[in-house]
């Protein structure tokens, strides 16, 4: 009775253990009771009622009665106790089988409550936060599985079990009507919000449309100034950074936030933007074309007339009195001068053309340094010609082929050969400096020095600037990784003496190889010796040549080295001859038999012998990166094969003749097996993020710094010029265009000047911008105004490239219906660049 009464009172954790002890005490009970029992009915045997029966049996015979009762109790006790304790199993039972369900209740019940809690908080106006969102689904996904498992159990439950399941059920029901409200408040939110950005979206959309189409039609008129089509250059350039921005607000809000009402209107605005994508990019490619005609025709004419103003008798250049003439003494020379000074010139040029000019030329002003690197004329050979030393034709002596390729300065008018019919031109060779006279085309067309931009350099390391090209000259200025310098000569080649070795054998252990006799400085590791001896059969060395007071150094074995000391001989008074030696193996000295007294021969003279004096490597074989077999110590002897030959593969270096971009120092640089320095290109490659900017200057401490947006590492930019150091912050900075989208600014090339300082931009390699080309990285480049050579548009007819869908699958029936049917316009294809031809057309 005391078990059962204590077991209502328990909680879930201690009621098993409780009931297993309450069982146990029953079956003790139990027991107790059946013996009970078993002795009551022995008794009654024992005290039947007989005749003459004595009070005192009656008397025993009513106990025992009243014994019968409380067994009876007992027995109607314990059977109470069964009937409770099988509750309580099955109360047990059904717990552990709900156990899990339960447990995934309780949790999914807490995190309900804390959603709740939590969305009374929320911002107004705003979604829910990102981790609020993910918790709704998880929660989503534990109530749908608890009730999941619920209703099949139901299925099958009974009693008290169903019970339970029941309660849980209603449990499930309350918690699942909150998570409810919180996702129609978290839907709500999420409407308004996606409400609000299709608007910005469609608004930013319709100011580029907008934009694109002023540019379009002004781009269709036959007649523009140049300064106009600078301006609608910039213009198309401020038409795709809208768009670019209209692409940013889309990609941004892409996604499974997006509230499914405002979806198809997103469809519509990611079609829109990329059609207009495509109208942007076609209008700012005309209007880049004719700008870059007219200011490349203007540029031209300028500098033609600049050069042949400054040209003086013999076909000497004299930049410095034109530089004066046109600055009036100045340091630079102004925009105003630039223009008058051309307007006088036959023909003379428009102003507007002029200024476009001027801005081409020196888009940071025009001081004497500028101006003299601006009139120089630089050409590449296009074909093989002769550089012959005076222009008559038949007389000529020839100095030397020029090869495809090599860039070469012209420092003279071309004339005309009229007897051969040549148009020849006097050059100046970069790779070495010298003058002479070159066929610049034939009277049939054919040509062979082609215009070219001036060569300049960038380094990829830190280097240094020598007065001289030797290297023991004193150094006047230091490069770092970054840095662009002109080229004014060179490279001048110059390969380092290689290693020499000679095959053949080690005299001790028979070491077989390649030894190396002299190094790449000029040092001699081993060298041929004409008094070396190799022993033809073991015998002594001793100390003194008499033997009869000698005593033994030690054994000589047979094929060792000997190095003859004294070249006067000893003959002992036992016969034979003996002489001075020292042993190659390990340098000890002392006297040893050559004849013995009966005329056998001990040791003879070794031709093609090489001792060495320092540590020497024996190699496998010929080649620089051949394996050493073995290291002869100093003294050791090795036994020639042939004649000594030079190790292929030797170093070479490259010694350039540079004047720096920045502060117009010249010099002498060097570049070796790094690869120090490079040639620049105007393609660069991004390495590391980079904010592209509006202006130069990128101190936002004196002025707001305006960013466009970030090249990202794996980008590809087209510079206008050669980097500028910013001297309010140190950094080099470059005007440039993103290939990606057209979109121009200011890049920082490296961060400040010093130790360390780090690069993040960089010139890329040939391969580089032809792997860029090929995978459809580089577009065509809309050039910058006021900038140096900008880039050319490509011709038209390569590969488009084919650009995913990006909108949700119930927009995909169009593309379906309309794929495969034939067009019946001109234009661009996907797999086709621009052609006349019908063909199967697809989005």
């Not at 405002?262 to 700012?284: D, N, P």
């Not at 013999?314 to 630039?338: I, K, P």
């Amino acid at each position: 009775k005391e078990a059962g009464a204590d077991l209502p009172i328990l909680d879930a954790g201690s009621l098993d253990e409780a009931l297993e002890r309450a069982l146990a005490t029953e079956l003790e009970a139990q027991n107790a009771v059946t013996a009970a029992r078993r002795e009551l009915q022995q008794r009654q045997q024992e005290l039947r009622p007989h005749e003459g029966t004595s009070p005192d049996a009656l008397k025993n015979n009513s106990e025992l009665l009243r014994t019968k009762v409380r067994v009876q109790y007992m027995e109607a006790e314990l059977n109470k106790f069964r009937k409770a304790a099988k509750g309580f199993e099955e109360r047990i039972k059904v717990g552990k089988s709900l156990t899990i369900t339960s447990l995934l209740l309780q949790e999914a019940e807490g995190e309900v409550e804390r959603l709740s809690e939590a969305a009374v908080s929320w911002p107004e106006g705003e979604r829910p936060p990102d981790d609020a969102q993910s918790t709704i689904v998880s929660v989503q996904q534990k109530l749908t599985m608890t009730t999941t498992q619920v209703e099949m159990k139901l299925q099958t439950a009974q009693g008290l079990e169903l019970k339970e399941l029941r309660g849980l059920f209603g449990r499930l029901q309350k918690a699942q009507s909150k998570l409810d409200a919180v996702k129609e408040s978290a839907r709500t939110r999420s409407k308004t919000v996606s409400g609000q950005f299709v608007r910005a979206a469609s608004e930013a959309i319709r100011k580029a449309e907008s934009k694109v189409a002023t540019v379009s039609a002004e781009a269709a008129k036959r007649e523009l100034t140049a300064e106009r089509l600078e301006e609608l250059t910039k213009e198309a350039r401020s038409g795709l950074a809208l768009v670019v921005a209209a692409s940013q607000i889309l990609a941004k809000e892409q996604g499974p936030s997006l509230a499914l009402e405002s979806k198809v209107e997103f469809a519509r605005l990611q079609l829109r933007c990329k059609a207009l994508e495509r109208r942007g990019k076609a209008a700012a490619d005309k209007v880049s074309t004719r700008f870059e005609a007219v200011a490349s025709e203007a540029q031209h004419a300028a500098l033609d007339a600049l050069r042949l103003s400054a040209r003086q008798e013999g076909d000497r250049f004299d930049v410095d009195s034109l530089f004066n003439q046109l600055s009036g003494g100045a340091a630079e020379v102004s925009e105003e001068q630039f223009c008058d000074f051309v307007a006088q010139t036959e023909p003379p040029m428009p102003t507007d053309r002029a200024r476009v000019a001027y801005r081409r030329i020196a888009p940071h002003g025009l001081p004497l340094r500028t101006f003299v690197a601006a009139l120089a004329s630089f050409l590449r050979v296009a074909r093989e010609v002769a550089l012959t030393e005076d222009f008559e034709g038949k007389s000529v002596g020839k100095l030397r082929k020029l090869a495809v390729g090599e860039v070469v300065e012209a420092i003279g008018n071309p004339k005309e050969d009229e007897s051969l019919g040549l148009s020849r031109l006097r050059v100046r060779l970069l790779r070495d400096g010298a003058v002479g006279w070159a066929t610049a085309r034939s009277k049939a067309g054919a040509v062979y020095l082609e215009r070219a931009p001036k060569p300049y350099l960038w380094c990829a390391q830190a280097s240094s600037l020598r007065e001289m090209m030797e290297d023991a000259s004193r150094v006047t200025a230091q490069l770092i990784p970054g840095d662009v310098v002109e080229l004014m000569e060179g490279p001048h080649e110059e390969r380092l003496g290689s290693d020499q070795r000679v095959r053949g054998a080690a005299v001790f252990e028979e070491a077989v190889g390649w030894l190396q006799v002299s190094g790449r400085n000029g040092g001699v590791l081993a060298e041929i010796k004409e008094n070396v001896y190799k022993c033809g059969e073991a015998i002594a060395m001793t100390d003194v040549a008499d033997f009869s007071s000698c005593t033994m150094v030690r054994r000589i074995e047979a094929g060792e080295a000997l190095e003859l000391l004294q070249e006067e001989e000893v003959a002992p008074s036992e016969g034979g001859s003996r002489r001075k030696f020292r042993a190659c193996q390990d340098g000890r000295e002392g006297w040893v038999t050559v004849q013995g007294s009966q005329g056998k021969v001990y040791v003879r003279p070794a031709s093609r012998h090489y001792i060495c004096s320092q540590a020497t490597p024996v190699h496998m074989g010929l080649g620089a990166d051949a394996p050493v077999v073995r290291v002869l110590m100093p003294g050791e002897a090795f036994a020639a094969f042939e004649e000594p030959k030079e190790v292929s593969g030797g170093e070479s270096f490259k010694r350039y003749k540079v004047r720096s971009t920045k502060d117009g120092a010249e010099g002498w640089m060097t570049s070796g097996l790094q690869n120090e320095i490079q040639p620049w290109t105007t393609t660069y490659k991004v390495l590391r993020s980079s904010p592209l900017t509006t202006a130069f200057a990128a101190n936002e401490a004196a002025e707001p710094v305006e960013v466009v947006r970030l090249i990202e590492p794996g980008e590809f930019v087209e510079v206008a010029e050669q980097p500028s150091e910013d001297h309010s912050t140190g950094q080099l900075r470059v005007r440039c265009i993103a290939l990606r989208d057209q979109v121009a600014g200011w890049a920082t090339v490296r961060e400040a000047a010093g130790a360390g300082s780090v690069v993040l931009l960089q010139p890329a390699a040939p391969e580089e911008a032809r792997a860029a080309a090929a995978s459809g990285d580089i577009a065509p480049t809309t050039p910058i105004a006021g900038g140096g050579a900008a880039p050319s548009t490509p011709p038209a007819g390569g590969k488009a490239t084919k650009r995913p869908w990006e909108v949700k699958e119930e927009l995909d029936e169009d593309a379906q219906r309309w794929k495969g049917q034939k067009g019946k316009g001109k234009g661009k294809g996907m797999d086709k660049g621009k052609g006349k031809a019908k063909g199967k057309g697809k989005w």
